[in-house]
C-alpha cells in the first residue's frame, strides 16, 4: 500500500486547511484510514480515524473542529481542519493497517501561527 499526503502548509490561527491523502495498491474502500500528527518533541498522536463503512473518531483535542471523509471512487482520504490553532502544528500523517503490517504517507507539514 501506497500513502501520498498533501495539502499542509502555513495558515493562520482560526484559519482552515484540508489534508488529502491518496491511496494505491490495495482496494482501498476496506481500509481503515487514520490521520495522526507528530509535534516537535512529542509523541505520534492518533488525530482521527475512519472505518471501512465511514464511521468516524477523533481525538478529543480536535473534536468540533476537525473532519474526517473518504472518497472511495478517487482512494482518497481526507481531514478538514478549521479553527486551526497554534497547538495544531505538527507534521500529519495518514496511516493504514493490512493484516499486521502498517502503512504510512510521507507526512505534510502544518503551521498554525498565532
Known amino acids: 500500500v501506497q500513502l501520498q499526503a498533501s495539502g499542509g502548509g502555513l495558515v493562520q490561527a482560526g484559519g482552515s486547511l484540508r489534508l488529502s491523502c491518496a491511496a494505491s495498491?490495495?482496494?482501498?474502500?476496506?481500509?481503515?484510514m487514520d490521520w495522526y500528527r507528530q509535534a516537535p518533541g512529542k509523541q505520534r498522536e492518533l488525530v482521527a480515524t475512519?472505518?471501512?463503512?465511514?464511521?468516524?473518531n477523533y481525538a478529543d483535542s480536535v473534536k468540533g473542529r476537525f473532519t474526517i471523509s473518504r472518497d472511495n471512487a478517487k482512494n482518497t482520504v481526507y481531514l478538514q481542519m478549521n479553527s486551526l490553532k497554534p497547538e495544531d502544528t505538527a507534521v500529519y500523517y495518514c496511516?493504514?493497517?493490512?493484516?499486521?503490517?502498517?502503512?504510512w504517507g510521507q507526512g505534510t507539514q502544518v503551521t498554525v501561527s498565532s
Open positions: 475512519i472505518s471501512d463503512g465511514g464511521r468516524t
Open positions: 495498491g490495495s482496494t482501498f474502500s476496506s481500509l481503515a
Open positions: 496511516n493504514t493497517e493490512v493484516g499486521w503490517t502498517d502503512y
